[in-house]
Nanobody, 126 residues
Framework: QVQLVESGGGLVQPGGSLRLSCVDS????????MGWFRQAPGKEREFVAF????????HYADSVKGRFTISRDNPAKTMYLHMNNLKLEDAAVYYC???????????????????WGQGTQVTVSS
């Protein structure tokens, strides 16, 4: 059974930084595209960032471009989200997700995320 575990959330002031991690228990982590999503109170879950299984192709939501960086360490079965210059509107529960396709497309819209972590809370407040 796939298990994704996020960590790294916390309280940060506007303009601050955080690094989220997502560890996968599955041995085939390196064969799957991964993504980060977030959900704020009262809002629908939204896409944040995508990374191809090779690590060479990445895609970001417009709202985080230039501030967030997604990366992965396949031998460590871990994905990261480096978040800089955090804004009040970035506050949410952040979830990592795994594309069900093995060696999937480098195009984000082709991904089908069917495994999710439990989420980690990011609070941005002065």
């Amino acid at each position: 059974q796939v298990q994704l575990v996020e960590s790294g959330g916390g309280l940060v002031q506007p303009g601050g930084s955080l690094r989220l991690s997502c560890v996968d228990s599955d041995e085939n982590f390196g064969a799957h595209n991964m993504g980060w999503f977030r959900q704020a109170p009262g809002k629908e879950r939204e896409f944040v960032a995508f990374i191809h299984y090779t690590g060479y192709h990445r895609h970001y939501a417009d709202s985080v471009k230039g501030r967030f960086t997604i990366s992965r360490d396949n031998p460590a079965k871990t994905m990261y989200l480096h978040m800089n210059n955090l804004k009040l509107e970035d506050a949410a529960v952040y979830y990592c997700a795994k594309d069900r396709h093995v060696y999937g497309s480098s195009l984000y819209p082709a991904a089908d995320f069917d495994s999710w972590g439990q989420g980690t809370q990011v609070t941005v407040s002065s």
